[in-house]
C-alpha cells in the first residue's frame, strides 16, 4: 500500500540540519557517476564531495525535478542548491509505501525501518520480526500519520511518495531537520526500471556496491527468461483487469503490466493502445475484443471462479473462465492482508516474468513454481 505523509509539526531542536527553502546556492558542477540502464525517473551525478540527485518526475505531472545531495555523514554540508541534503549512510529511516521495504530487505538493512503508516501491510517475513517485536513504530492509517511519534523517532530520512505537486507537507518535515526523499519508482514504464531504485536506496545506505550487483543479478535473471520465449513461436492471447463501478480497468499498450505480459511472450490484445494508464472501457468493448482470449491474468482480489462469478455473472461469458485459465498475482499475502506481489514485485519484475512464461508457455520452464500468481480454482 502507498502512503502518503502529511506533515503538520516541526521540530525546531535540529534545524540545523536543513536549509531554509527560499536559500538557493550555486550549482556545483557534477558528473555522471552510476549509469542508469532502466529507469529514466532520476539520475545520479558526482563530484569529490558528494552525490547528486534529481528525481526528474516526482510525480506524474511534475514539471519540474526535485534535486538532492548526498553527502558523507560527519562532513561539512556542501553549498549547494538541493531540496534536500541527507548525510549517508542513514542508520533510521521512515518510509511510506511497501514497495520500500524490499529495498532495505535486500540491502541487509531492515534494522534501519524505525516507523511505518499502517503496518498492517507489511508482508515481509523479516520485517514482521521486528514489527512483533515492537522495533518499528506504527505511524498512522493512510493518510493521517501520527506526526509526533514520527518526530521523536529522529529518523535520517523519510521515504515518501507524491501524486500531486502539494509538497508543502515534506517541506515542513524538512523545516524540522528531517529530509525527505521522494521515490517515484512506480512512474517507471520498464519493469527493470522499477527495479532499478534499488541504486538510489543504495547510496542512502553506503551500499552502492551492493545495490548495483542485486540489481544486475535481477537483471540477468529477467533477460534470460525473455530471451527462452523467444524459443516458442506461439503468442497465447491474454486479457486484463475486471470491473470496478462502471468500468473494465485493464493497462494501456504501453503500460507496465502490458510490457510483462509481452515479454513473457503473450500477444495482449491491447498491446497496440499507445497509453501507459489504465484504460477505463466499457463490459461490451472488453468483451468484443476478449471473448475468446486464451489467458485472463490479473483479476484483483477475487480468489475463486465462484468469487469472481458472483461479483458479476458476465465474467463466465469469457472463455478463459471457461476453460479455467484465469489468474490472480496473490498467491502470497501478509498476515494483516497486504500483498507480497505490491510489496516485491517492483524490486523482483524477474519472478513475475518467469511466474507469466510459466503460465503461458509451461514447456520453457518446467521445474518452475508459481512465485506470486495462482490460477483460480
Given at each position: 500500500m502507498f502512503?502518503?505523509?502529511?506533515?503538520?509539526?516541526?521540530?525546531?531542536?535540529?534545524?540545523?540540519?536543513?536549509?531554509?527553502?527560499?536559500?538557493?546556492?550555486?550549482?556545483?558542477?557534477?558528473?555522471?557517476?552510476?549509469?542508469?540502464?532502466?529507469?529514466?525517473?532520476?539520475?545520479?551525478?558526482?563530484?569529490?564531495?558528494?552525490?547528486?540527485?534529481?528525481?526528474?518526475?516526482?510525480?506524474?505531472?511534475?514539471?519540474?525535478?526535485?534535486?538532492?545531495?548526498f553527502y558523507p555523514r560527519g562532513s561539512k554540508r556542501p553549498a549547494v542548491a538541493a531540496d534536500a541534503y541527507v548525510p549517508v549512510p542513514v542508520q533510521r529511516i521512515v518510509c511510506t509505501s511497501t514497495t520500500h521495504i524490499p529495498l532495505l530487505d535486500y540491502l541487509q538493512e531492515s534494522q534501519a525501518l524505525v516507523g511505518f503508516p499502517s503496518l498492517q501491510y507489511i508482508s515481509s517475513a523479516r520485517m514482521r520480526q521486528r514489527i512483533d517485536s515492537g522495533l518499528v513504530a506504527e505511524l498512522g492509517i493512510d493518510q493521517s500519520l501520527n506526526i509526533e511519534k514520527l518526530?521523536?523517532?529522529?529518523?535520517?530520512?523519510?521515504?515518501?511518495?507524491?501524486?500531486?505537486?502539494?509538497?508543502g507537507q515534506f517541506a515542513l518535515l524538512s523545516?524540522?531537520?528531517?529530509?525527505?526523499?521522494?521515490?517515484?519508482?512506480y512512474l517507471e514504464k520498464h519493469p527493470l526500471g522499477r527495479a532499478e531504485w534499488l541504486k538510489l536506496a543504495g547510496l542512502l545506505f553506503g551500499k552502492e556496491a551492493l545495490?548495483?550487483?542485486?540489481?544486475?543479478?535481477?537483471?540477468?535473471?529477467?533477460?534470460?527468461t525473455r530471451q527462452l520465449v523467444l524459443q516458442d513461436s506461439a503468442r497465447p492471447t491474454v486479457m486484463?483487469?475486471?470491473?470496478?463501478?462502471?468500468?473494465?480497468?485493464?493497462?494501456?499498450?504501453?503500460?507496465?503490466?502490458?510490457?510483462?505480459?509481452?515479454?513473457?511472450?503473450?500477444r495482449y490484445l491491447w498491446q497496440g493502445d499507445t497509453t501507459s494508464a489504465f484504460l477505463p472501457l466499457a463490459f461490451e468493448a472488453v468483451y468484443q475484443r476478449a471473448a475468446t482470449a486464451d489467458y485472463w491474468i490479473g483479476v484483483g482480489?477475487?480468489?475463486?471462479?465462484?468469487?469472481?462469478?458472483?461479483?458479476?455473472?458476465?465474467?463466465?461469458?469469457?472463455?478463459?473462465?471457461?476453460?479455467?485459465?484465469?489468474?490472480?498475482?496473490?498467491?502470497?499475502?501478509?498476515?494483516?492482508?497486504?500483498?507480497?506481489?505490491?510489496?516485491?514485485?517492483?524490486?523482483?519484475p524477474d519472478l513475475i516474468l518467469k511466474d507469466l512464461v510459466k503460465i503461458g508457455h509451461p514447456a520453457l520452464l518446467p521445474d518452475h513454481r508459481l512465485f506470486f500468481y495462482f490460477k483460480l480454482p
Amino acid at each position: 500500500m502507498f502512503v502518503r505523509i502529511i506533515i503538520t509539526l516541526a521540530l525546531a531542536a535540529v534545524l540545523g540540519s536543513c536549509q531554509s527553502p527560499s536559500v538557493r546556492q550555486e550549482e556545483a558542477p557534477a558528473v555522471p557517476a552510476v549509469r542508469l540502464k532502466y529507469a529514466t525517473g532520476f539520475t545520479i551525478s558526482q563530484t569529490d564531495d558528494y552525490y547528486l540527485i534529481k528525481i526528474l518526475t516526482p510525480y506524474k505531472s511534475a514539471t519540474e525535478p526535485l534535486q538532492y545531495v548526498f553527502y558523507p555523514r560527519g562532513s561539512k554540508r556542501p553549498a549547494v542548491a538541493a531540496d534536500a541534503y541527507v548525510p549517508v549512510p542513514v542508520q533510521r529511516i521512515v518510509c511510506t509505501s511497501t514497495t520500500h521495504i524490499p529495498l532495505l530487505d535486500y540491502l541487509q538493512e531492515s534494522q534501519a525501518l524505525v516507523g511505518f503508516p499502517s503496518l498492517q501491510y507489511i508482508s515481509s517475513a523479516r520485517m514482521r520480526q521486528r514489527i512483533d517485536s515492537g522495533l518499528v513504530a506504527e505511524l498512522g492509517i493512510d493518510q493521517s500519520l501520527n506526526i509526533e511519534k514520527l518526530l521523536t523517532l529522529q529518523p535520517d530520512v523519510v521515504m515518501a511518495y507524491t501524486m500531486s505537486s502539494d509538497m508543502g507537507q515534506f517541506a515542513l518535515l524538512s523545516e524540522a531537520g528531517i529530509p525527505v526523499i521522494i521515490n517515484a519508482e512506480y512512474l517507471e514504464k520498464h519493469p527493470l526500471g522499477r527495479a532499478e531504485w534499488l541504486k538510489l536506496a543504495g547510496l542512502l545506505f553506503g551500499k552502492e556496491a551492493l545495490a548495483d550487483s542485486l540489481f544486475t543479478t535481477i537483471e540477468q535473471a529477467y533477460l534470460q527468461t525473455r530471451q527462452l520465449v523467444l524459443q516458442d513461436s506461439a503468442r497465447p492471447t491474454v486479457m486484463s483487469g475486471i470491473v470496478y463501478g462502471d468500468s473494465w480497468y485493464l493497462p494501456g499498450g504501453r503500460n507496465y503490466a502490458a510490457r510483462l505480459l509481452q515479454d513473457a511472450g503473450f500477444r495482449y490484445l491491447w498491446q497496440g493502445d499507445t497509453t501507459s494508464a489504465f484504460l477505463p472501457l466499457a463490459f461490451e468493448a472488453v468483451y468484443q475484443r476478449a471473448a475468446t482470449a486464451d489467458y485472463w491474468i490479473g483479476v484483483g482480489s477475487f480468489r475463486t471462479l465462484q468469487e469472481l462469478q458472483a461479483a458479476d455473472n458476465r465474467y463466465a461469458l469469457f472463455r478463459p473462465f471457461i476453460t479455467g485459465q484465469v489468474y490472480s498475482y496473490n498467491k502470497r499475502m501478509g498476515p494483516g492482508g497486504g500483498s507480497e506481489f505490491l510489496e516485491l514485485g517492483y524490486l523482483r519484475p524477474d519472478l513475475i516474468l518467469k511466474d507469466l512464461v510459466k503460465i503461458g508457455h509451461p514447456a520453457l520452464l518446467p521445474d518452475h513454481r508459481l512465485f506470486f500468481y495462482f490460477k483460480l480454482p
